[in-house]
């Protein structure tokens, strides 16, 4: 599908604004100033951008303890988010959800999750709620997705909400990104299945796709044509699995003994989705270099602004301590 230059522009400032998100985090990591875990998402950019750029604030996604790129894709505040992770009672969930628990209801986005699995039965949940809502005027859907890794296609909670979905016809997309590794263990060792994720959700009764995560044009594409068909009222759910890479570890301070020699270089030379966007978009003449050059100075300074009001943002205090515990409805 030929996107306009207005569209190509907007996916490119997304990907940047995510990876430079990502890789100021893994420099402000060890200044000991950000508490808790941290797993970043540089590499995967693709796939939240080409996912989130067909949704609306009607479709909801969960999801994991990788959460900042979707966080971003679907339109959360750059800066909010930041403030979050620096446990700021200015971030999104006033500092208490951090890196791992950042969500916008707003915007969609029911929550990252630290528990690898968890985000799956929430997305079927939210999806029944969107079927009960029924179709908007023009016969479609509100959609939720579960993005999940190739770890969480090995937990019960995730085949139980494929189970379900399938059983309720609820408007669910399940996105595996297969980056490989499981925390740290290669995917052809932990996933028992001589094809792909894909063939598992198959087996529950749901129609799949397959793409390449290093390729916007592919995620993009091929998400638009699995959007098409779980939007439509009787269809019932759908997965896809991209295949896709992670440039750092599973946690900031991973060692990443795991990986071959060499490894990590290869993938930032020939998988690199934002490389492979530009090469793409400035070989068919559809942006050139010098608007994608803009675009990265313009993710710079957005990035810059941001850590500089985090650090400056107020802190919780004690008498904070039992806001959003409890809920009145």
């Given at each position: 599908?030929?996107?306009?230059?207005?569209?190509?522009?907007?996916?490119?400032?997304?990907?940047?604004?995510?990876?430079?998100?990502?890789?100021?985090?893994?420099?402000?990591?060890?200044?000991?100033?950000?508490?808790?875990?941290?797993?970043?998402?540089?590499?995967?950019?693709?796939?939240?951008?080409?996912?989130?750029?067909?949704?609306?604030?009607?479709?909801?996604i969960v999801s994991t303890h990788r959460?900042?790129?979707?966080?971003?894709?679907?339109?959360?505040?750059?800066?909010?988010?930041?403030?979050?992770?620096?446990?700021?009672?200015?971030?999104?969930?006033?500092?208490?959800?951090?890196?791992?628990?950042?969500?916008?209801?707003?915007?969609?986005?029911?929550?990252?999750?630290?528990?690898?699995?968890?985000?799956?039965?929430?997305?079927?949940?939210?999806?029944?709620?969107?079927?009960?809502?029924?179709?908007?005027?023009?016969?479609?859907?509100?959609?939720?997705?579960?993005?999940?890794?190739?770890?969480?296609?090995?937990?019960?909670?995730?085949?139980?909400?494929?189970?379900?979905?399938?059983?309720?016809?609820?408007?669910?997309?399940?996105?595996?990104?297969?980056?490989?590794?499981?925390?740290?263990?290669?995917?052809?060792?932990?996933?028992?299945?001589?094809?792909?994720?894909?063939?598992?959700?198959?087996?529950?009764?749901?129609?799949?796709?397959?793409?390449?995560?290093?390729?916007?044009?592919?995620v993009y594409d091929t998400f638009r044509?699995?959007?098409?068909?779980?939007?439509?009222?009787?269809?019932?759910?759908?997965?896809?699995?991209?295949?896709?890479?992670?440039?750092?570890?599973?946690?900031?301070?991973?060692?990443?003994?795991?990986?071959?020699?060499?490894?990590?270089?290869?993938?930032?030379?020939?998988?690199?989705?934002?490389?492979?966007?530009?090469?793409?978009?400035?070989?068919?003449?559809?942006?050139?270099?010098?608007?994608?050059?803009?675009?990265?100075?313009?993710?710079?300074?957005?990035?810059?602004?941001?850590?500089?009001a985090s650090r400056a943002a107020a802190?919780?205090?004690?008498?904070?301590?039992?806001?959003?515990?409890?809920?009145?409805?």
């Amino acid at each position: 599908m030929q996107l306009n230059r207005e569209a190509l522009t907007r996916a490119y400032r997304q990907m940047k604004l995510i990876r430079e998100f990502e890789e100021r985090l893994h420099e402000e990591i060890q200044t000991g100033e950000i508490a808790g875990f941290t797993h970043l998402y540089c590499g995967q950019e693709a796939v939240a951008v080409g996912v989130c750029e067909h949704l609306t604030d009607r479709d909801k996604i969960v999801s994991t303890h990788r959460g900042h790129g979707h966080c971003l894709a679907k339109g959360c505040d750059v800066e909010g988010m930041m403030k979050e992770i620096w446990g700021s009672q200015e971030g999104l969930c006033n500092g208490k959800g951090g890196s791992m628990h950042i969500a916008d209801i707003d915007k969609g986005m029911l929550g990252a999750n630290g528990i690898v699995g968890a985000g799956a039965p929430i997305a079927v949940g939210a999806a029944l709620s969107n079927k009960i809502d029924g179709p908007d005027a023009e016969g479609k859907l509100a959609v939720a997705i579960a993005f999940s890794g190739d770890g969480a296609c090995n937990q019960g909670t995730t085949f139980e909400a494929m189970n379900l979905a399938v059983v309720t016809k609820a408007p669910t997309i399940f996105v595996f990104e297969n980056n490989h590794y499981s925390e740290h263990t290669g995917v052809d060792y932990a996933v028992g299945t001589t094809r792909d994720i894909a063939s598992r959700a198959e087996a529950f009764g749901m129609k799949v796709w397959r793409a390449d995560g290093t390729d916007f044009f592919a995620v993009y594409d091929t998400f638009r044509d699995v959007l098409e068909y779980v939007r439509t009222p009787g269809n019932g759910p759908a997965a896809v699995e991209f295949d896709t890479e992670r440039f750092f570890g599973h946690f900031e301070g991973d060692p990443q003994r795991y990986r071959g020699e060499g490894e990590l270089d290869r993938l930032r030379a020939e998988r690199d989705c934002i490389k492979i966007f530009r090469a793409k978009v400035s070989g068919a003449a559809l942006l050139d270099e010098a608007d994608l050059d803009s675009l990265d100075t313009d993710a710079l300074s957005a990035i810059e602004n941001a850590v500089t009001a985090s650090r400056a943002a107020a802190r919780p205090q004690p008498e904070n301590v039992l806001d959003n515990v409890y809920i009145s409805y």
